[in-house]
C-alpha cells in the first residue's frame, strides 16, 4: 500500500489562502469554483501545441484558480525571500498566468480578474516586505494584485486575513451592526456654511443618507448623482 505524500508548505499555504477566502465568500453568500483551466498553461481554444500554451518557467510555480461570485481569481505565493529581483520574476509570472485566465473569460468578466499573492510566513509587518507588496500592487497590468503577507503566528491568520479582505473585492463596509450617529450628517450640513459643499446638495445628501432601509449601491449612485448635478450647475 503506497503512502499518501504529506503537502508541501506551499500546498499548505495555498490551501489555508483557499480555505480563508472560501469561509469570507461563505459570509457573503458568494458562490465559490475551483478553476483549473484559470491555473492552467493552455490558452481557450488553443490545442497543446507550442503557439497555444507557457512554458512552466513563465508561469507561477504553484497557482490556483478559482470563480468567486463573478470574480475570476488567481491565488499564488510570493517568493521566500524578500528580493527585488524573485519579486518581479514572481509578478511577471503571474502576469502571464493571468493572460491565461483571461482567455477563458468574456471581456467584462476579465475586468473583474484578481490575482491574490500570498507572503511567507512571518512576512506581515516587515518593512522590506511591505515595501516589495507595494510594488507588486501597484502593477495593475493585465489584472489586479492583492498581496497577503501572512503572520509569523499561523493562529493569527485569521485576524491578519480579516485585516487584508477589507481592502479587496470581499469588503462590505455597508454590511455592519454598528450604530451610527447623525453627527456627520450635520457636519456636513456645516460644511455647507463655509462654501465647500453647495447648501443645496448638502440637503439632499443628508436626506437621501436618511432614508431608512435604502440600498447601499443605489445610495452611493443617487449621492454621485446630486453631486453631478452640482458641478452641472
Avoid at 64 to 82: F, H, M, N
Avoid at 136 to 149: G, N, P, S, T
Avoid at 197 to 206: C, H, L, Q, S
Wanted: glycine share 6%.
Amino acid at each position: 500500500m503506497s503512502e499518501i505524500a504529506s503537502p508541501t508548505p506551499a500546498q499548505e499555504a495555498l490551501e489555508g489562502g483557499e480555505r480563508l477566502l472560501t469561509r469570507r465568500a461563505a459570509e457573503l453568500g458568494l458562490a465559490v469554483e475551483s478553476k483549473a483551466n484559470y491555473a492552467g498553461r493552455i490558452f481557450a481554444g488553443g490545442s497543446d501545441t507550442p503557439s497555444a500554451r507557457l512554458e512552466p518557467r513563465d508561469l507561477p510555480n504553484h497557482v490556483r484558480g478559482l470563480q468567486i461570485g463573478r470574480y475570476a481569481v488567481l491565488l499564488t505565493l510570493l517568493p521566500e525571500a524578500p528580493d527585488e529581483e524573485g519579486m518581479s520574476d514572481v509578478v511577471r509570472r503571474v502576469r502571464n498566468q493571468c493572460v491565461v485566465a483571461r482567455s477563458y473569460l468574456s471581456p467584462p468578466a476579465a475586468l473583474d480578474l484578481h490575482a491574490i499573492l500570498l507572503g511567507p510566513r512571518g512576512s506581515e509587518g516587515v518593512d522590506r516586505w511591505r515595501a516589495l507588496a507595494l510594488i507588486a500592487e501597484r502593477d495593475e497590468r493585465v489584472a489586479r494584485k492583492l498581496v497577503w503577507l501572512r503572520p509569523l503566528d499561523a493562529r493569527a491568520d485569521e485576524q491578519s486575513f480579516g485585516d487584508f479582505v477589507k481592502r479587496s473585492f470581499l469588503a462590505r463596509p455597508w454590511l455592519t451592526d454598528a450604530i451610527f450617529s447623525m453627527a456627520p450628517l450635520d457636519n456636513v450640513s456645516r460644511a455647507a456654511t463655509y462654501g465647500d459643499i453647495p447648501r443645496d446638495t448638502a440637503g439632499e445628501w443628508v436626506r437621501l443618507a436618511s432614508e431608512p432601509d435604502i440600498d447601499p449601491d443605489l445610495l452611493v449612485e443617487k449621492l454621485v448623482v446630486a453631486w453631478q448635478r452640482r458641478s452641472a450647475r
